[in-house]
Structure formats: C-alpha cells, structure tokens
C-alpha cells in the first residue's frame, strides 16, 4: 500500500524502477562547473535553481498527498536562512507531514569557527521543522546531538553503503617493474591532509621516490594549490587540480596499487565509500569515523591524524 517518490536532477538507474518519479530542474549550464571564473554567477544560478526545486517539492507534496519528506541536504543551510521559511511554509500547508534530514557533515567542509557558529544558529532554527535526523556513523550522531543540542531519540544511524563504479576488465596490473602506483581523490583542501601527503613524500629518499607514481586528482583548494604546486613538478606528482570525468577516475582508481586519506576531520568521506568498492589497499587516518566505518580492523593498522 505504501509508495516511494524519488526527486533527482537527473533519470538513473537508481530511480528507474520507483514508482513515481520527478525530474528535477537542472538549469546551471555545465560551462560554469569547470571554470573558476564562473564562481559568482554560478552561485546566482543555483539558488534561483533551488528555490524552483523546492517549487517542484511543493507540487509533488500537494499532488500525491506525501506523508514523508526525505531530504538528503538543506543546501541554503550553508550561507543563509531561507529554509526556516521554506520548511515553515511546508509544514504549515501540510500539518501532517513528517520531514526527515539526513545529515552527511555534521559542518561544511572548510568552514571556519566564525562560519560554524553562524551555521550552529542556522541550524538550530530549522529545528521545530524537522521532526527526524540520520546520520551514517555513532561517531556522527553523538556530535550532532552535541553540537545542535538535538535529542538522541530523533536521530538514527543508518551506515552509508559504497558508491559502485564500472568495472575496467582490461586494466593491466603486472606490467614488469612497473613503479607502484599512489592515488589521492576527491576535493582537495587542508582538512583532507593533501599537504602532508606532499611533505611526507619529500622525506622519501631517491631510490624509493623512483619506485612510485603520485597522482593527486580533484578539484582543490587554491591556497593549496599555489602553495604545493612546484613542490609536486619537483618531486614528480602528478595533480589534476579540477573536475575528474567518472570514467577517468574510476580509470585511475583501478589502476592505483593504493589509495590515500590522510585526513584531519570528516564526518563520512565518499571518497572512501567510493575506495572501498574498488577492493584496493588504503592508508587511512585514525578518525573516529573512519575506525568506525572499517570496523574490523585493529587501529594500529590506521595512520596518526597529522603524521
């Protein structure tokens, strides 16, 4: 008796089989994604894009009668308040509707102590409207409840699964005396530790610098960037710093002989989820969310967090 909607940007193989589907409006034009140039008009467009989104919620709410409404991210949540008067107005048109957040971070990536503070206000306003919270780790939940002063009862841990790639059965892994192959992916900033991966390489001595091959893919942080950029022509990393096409880099990862995540913080890293698919060796940092995520392995196989 019960039906699932599914509202996405775009038709997958994940929504084909739902048994009702919306299309959700997708007008930034992909130009803007990959230049940096387009930051400010990009960030125009996608707000106005959010707010016919949230249109588009709206209308399916009214016209198929949704008792539940699953949001994966309240992304004005990051720089404004709009939502508080978004969730207002739904709760407020339909008295009976349940609405539950998943929350992947427990903060934005890169956000400062002043930005979080905002964030923390944001955050707590939107409260009355969200009657359940899921997290993906015990780590997660524990922080959330602190940091928002949310009720442990309202919120539920369900682990996030791995994200599937395709499979490239013509990879060649024996090549002889081939050099082993480092892979660090994903956005690339300071909390993901992109710099001590560099440092820790320029304590290599010679004869093992010439036995691997470094490649850091993503697009990263540009105070990073600057910084570490000649460092790495030195030392011979390679760092593709922008958009990674899916084919490229599940290219990249298969054909890695180990994938890195020195990180400082995280909450949940895809990245990981994504590694993890792909069945390679990883060194990861001892976070809380990462020992919990790999929940069967002894910590002394995980790295010190800085190190």
């Known amino acids: 008796e019960d039906s699932f909607g599914a509202l996405c940007p775009q038709e997958s193989l994940f929504t084909a089989n739902v048994y009702k589907k919306i299309r959700f409006s997708n007008i930034t034009p992909s130009y803007m994604n990959d230049s940096a140039g387009w930051r400010n008009i990009r960030r125009a467009v996608k707000f106005c894009e959010g707010l016919l989104n949230y249109f588009h919620i709206y209308r399916y709410i009214r016209d198929n009668r949704v008792d539940v409404l699953h949001l994966e991210w309240l992304p004005y949540l990051d720089f404004c308040s709009v939502e508080k008067h978004i969730l207002m107005f739904l709760k407020k048109h339909f008295p009976c509707l349940r609405i539950i957040l998943t929350v992947h971070n427990i903060y934005p990536h890169n956000f400062s102590a002043h930005k979080r503070e905002k964030y923390r206000r944001r955050m707590e306003v939107v409260q009355p409207y969200i009657n359940h919270y899921i997290v993906h780790n015990q780590f997660s939940k524990e ?41 660090m992916f994903g956005f690339q900033s300071f909390y993901k530790g992109t710099d001590l991966v560099i440092e820790a390489v320029k304590l290599l001595p010679k004869d093992y610098l010439n036995k691997i091959d470094i490649s850091i893919m993503g697009i990263s942080d540009k105070e990073l960037y600057e910084k570490y950029q000649e460092d790495c022509k030195l030392l011979g990393i390679y760092w593709k710093n922008g958009y990674v096409d899916d084919s490229v880099l599940s290219m990249a990862i298969y054909q890695a002989d180990a994938l890195l995540y020195p990180y400082r913080s995280i909450s949940q890293s895809g990245a990981l989820l994504q590694g993890i698919y792909a ?15 790999m929940i069967d392995y002894p910590e002394e196989l995980f790295c010190n967090v800085n190190d």
């Open 143 to 183: 922080a959330i409840c602190q940091e928002f002063n949310i009720n442990q009862k309202n919120v539920t841990v369900i682990h996030h699964g791995v994200f599937p790639m395709e499979v490239h059965t013509n990879v060649q892994f024996d090549e002889p005396n081939r050099k082993k192959r480092l892979l």
């Open 279 to 293: 069945r390679k060796p990883i060194i990861l940092s001892k976070l809380p969310a990462f020992v919990e995520t």
